[in-house]
């Protein structure tokens, strides 16, 4: 019980009435469950108060906009928020207001004016998804208040929530049209009809070869393949599981497939893209990004319904519920790269970080729709953004250089193309990850779908910190490139390591010279060579309507205190490279002692091979852009015949793991050498041993299909 809201505190209520005294049908008991989840919120009598004050006699408000009914406009929704909290504030038991005949009036005014207009956005969402959602709340809470004439009107303003709608595609908006439509139907107490539709959305619940659900847990929302797992893939979920607590223990109850497939999805896709699994991961945000508030933490309900809904995996979830709450909880570690989407997520119990990619699979960025993430240009091309508390790039967005990406090789221009050339497909193939769920390696043949730039970006992580290497940096343009390794709030001083010492850096503009580390907010940026790099600690101005030009957006112009660290390669590199080590949950003291580049070599950093050794894990990871060899350590060499990613786990005398993928999602095998004995077989794996040449030979079936991309794990 120590995991149960109100809210589902209510339905666990409502379900033991049911159970002992079977006074309703299962229909009048879901739909009293879903009433009392709307009637949850607590009545503001001031707020409601004020709005019945100022409520025109015509049923508007002077502060709302009604004539803008434009995709970035329709301020109506604000009305429709007003009329539902008047009826809670109306039905609700002990509130002040309950049965008071003005606050009626007021009511019947608001839903009067909107019943006269019938207002009708040019953003389809609002017409099939928002109104009819909002106007189905209102009926449900106001029951038998309403006049006959009242329902009668709203009705079909609801019933633009439908299986036919044009929003109502498989595997996208589907379920929430279909959700509407069920509470509709609950409203009018057609049981049968009902019966159907809660089939509707139990059958939603499937792997997708489009837009949905993808077999590695990541959302598509499009056919563009970009990532909406934290979007329209959470709403999908949320969906879900709100009717699957509501029809919990009746007889309209989801079976158990589905309901173990959106909690695998859940735990799979969604929680391993959030941060300590409670805040949204920015790099798996698209326009989003540029919302107030999009990147707050997320609360337990979806958790905590889904929990209701049965006991399959009752112990991650529990856990998740607990992290959600603030609560004493283990983080789940883990390395996860969703091959569907190019998006690597990476989670230790200190730190978060993940890296986003695209290809000639899937295209780099959403489209700005309705006037939100102008300046999303740049924000797939190896966007690394690196967290310790979830809160480093909260409503960054008005005072963002959206040039300097964490992560992005990015050409600075003197402005960014127009709005409508955002979002561009991949050309590039060799784009992927290899990892056996716990440690991973991420390559990036990257060019860019905007100024004539290219360069092969990798990435490599362990327990305590990751290497990031870029070679092959080309470019035809006299403007600058650079690689920018963070730009994030600014949280106390910048300690900074070169040839004349340490020293805190002050506010403002900086070119340090050669640099040995820099330090901020417990994150250390080291370089395995000195390197010439620039930063700023300063504030930095702009406006939310910079960045989303909804009628809400604030004009004003705001400032914020940002740390911004880069590494310029000047204008027309040729054959540009960077490497560096980040190093989270850092200390300063910490930094002054890694001399020794913390048991990390770099072993190769060039157009052939990208490959990184970290003698205290025993583990190598090594990128073959093309077929070649390397020697990883006296004695051992690995040689691959074709491009491709190996990680090689070495125990100190043996070989003990071997995990292999294909970025370019080309291959049936990926054939390799080491030059050590093993001689082992298994389904799809093979490991013969020849003397005369001192090297086994190894070859690895690899996954096809949906699940191209993949990657394999030998353990020997």
């Known amino acids: 019980m120590n995991f149960i809201s109100k809210t589902l505190l209510s339905i666990l209520i409502t379900f033991s009435a049911y159970q002992g005294f079977a006074v309703k049908s299962d229909a009048e008991v879901i739909r009293q469950r879903i009433i009392a989840e709307l009637m949850e919120q607590e009545v503001n009598v001031s707020r409601v108060s004020n709005l019945m004050n100022s409520i025109q006699p015509d049923g508007t408000w002077v502060d709302i906009n009604y004539e803008d009914v434009s995709k970035t406009g329709f301020q109506h929704g604000e009305h429709l928020s007003n009329l539902i909290e008047l009826s809670r504030a109306y039905k609700k038991r002990n509130s002040p207001l309950k049965d008071d005949k003005q606050l009626k009036k007021v009511i019947y005014s608001a839903l009067g004016y909107w019943l006269a207009n019938d207002f009708i956005c040019e953003n389809w969402w609002w017409n099939q998804i928002g109104t009819p959602n909002a106007l189905v709340a209102v009926l449900l809470i106001m029951d038998e208040e309403l006049t006959k004439e009242q329902v009668a009107k709203t009705l079909p303003m609801v019933g633009r929530a439908h299986l036919e709608a044009s929003g109502a595609r498989p595997s996208g908006d589907r379920i929430k049209i279909a959700g509407i439509l069920a509470k509709s139907l609950l409203f009018q107490r057609k049981e049968a009809e009902f019966n159907d539709v809660i089939r509707v959305i139990e059958g939603e619940i499937k792997f997708a070869a489009g837009r949905g659900m993808q077999h590695d847990f990541s959302f598509h929302h499009r056919e563009d393949r970009v990532n909406n797992t934290l979007s329209y893939g959470t709403s999908y979920a949320d969906a ?336 540009g490279t960077y490497s560096y080590i980040i190093v989270p949950a850092a200390t300063e003291a910490e930094m002054e002692q890694s001399t020794n580049n913390r048991d990390i070599e770099i072993l190769a950093n060039n157009f052939a091979i990208q490959a990184v050794k970290h003698s205290a894990l025993n583990l190598c990871q090594i990128i073959f852009h093309t077929s070649g060899e390397i020697q990883l350590s006296g004695t051992l060499i690995v040689r691959m015949d074709s491009p491709g990613i190996v990680m090689i786990k070495d125990e100190g005398t043996r070989i003990s793991a071997i995990s292999v993928s294909d970025p370019s999602r080309k291959l049936g095998k990926i054939h390799l050498s080491v030059s050590e004995k093993i001689e082992k077989r298994g389904e799809g794996f093979n490991a013969s041993w020849d003397p005369h040449e001192g090297v086994t030979q190894i070859s690895v079936d690899l996954p096809q299909g949906v699940y191209a991309g993949k990657s394999v794990t030998i353990n020997l």
């Open 240 to 575: 879900f599981a709100e009717w699957a607590a509501n029809v919990t223990g009746t007889k309209y109850q989801f079976s158990e497939e589905p309901l173990k497939q959106l909690i695998d999805y859940y735990l799979d896709g969604i929680c391993k893209m959030m941060v300590f699994g409670k805040y949204p991961d920015p790099g798996a945000t698209n326009r989003d990004i540029t919302r107030r508030g999009s990147l707050q933490p997320w609360g337990p309900k979806t958790p905590e319904e889904l929990l209701l809904a049965g006991n399959y995996r009752r112990s991650e979830l529990e856990e998740i519920i607990k992290i959600r709450k603030g609560e004493t909880a283990s983080i789940p570690v883990h390395s996860t790269f969703f091959w569907q989407t190019e998006h690597f997520t990476f989670q230790r119990p200190e730190f978060f970080t993940s890296v986003r990619m695209f290809s000639t699979r899937n295209q780099n960025m959403e489209y700005p729709y309705n006037g939100e993430g102008l300046m999303n240009h740049h924000r797939g091309d190896g966007t690394n953004y690196i967290s310790r508390s979830g809160i480093e790039y909260r409503d960054m967005a008005p005072v963002y250089d959206w040039q300097k990406i964490p992560g992005a090789t990015i050409l600075q221009k003197p402005e960014l193309p127009v709005e409508t050339e955002i979002q561009k497909e991949g050309s590039m193939d060799f784009v992927g990850a290899v990892t056996d769920g716990q440690y991973g390696a991420v390559a990036f043949d990257f060019k860019s779908p905007h100024d004539p730039l290219k360069a092969k970006k990798a990435w490599f992580f362990f327990d305590k910190e990751y290497v990031c290497l870029g070679t092959g940096i080309q470019s035809k343009s006299k403007l600058p490139v650079v690689t920018t390794l963070n730009q994030c709030l600014l949280n106390g001083d910048v300690v900074m390591m070169n040839e004349n010492g340490k020293s805190i850096l002050k506010q403002g503009e900086h070119e340090p010279g050669q640099v040995k580390w820099i330090f901020h907010d417990s994150i250390g940026y080291l370089f395995p060579e000195p390197q010439k790099v620039k930063l700023t600690n300063r504030a930095q101005t702009g406006s939310w309507y910079r960045v989303n030009r909804q009628s809400d957006s604030p004009k004003d112009e705001i400032s914020m205190n940002v740390f911004k660290l880069w590494i310029d390669h000047g204008s027309q590199p040729q054959n």
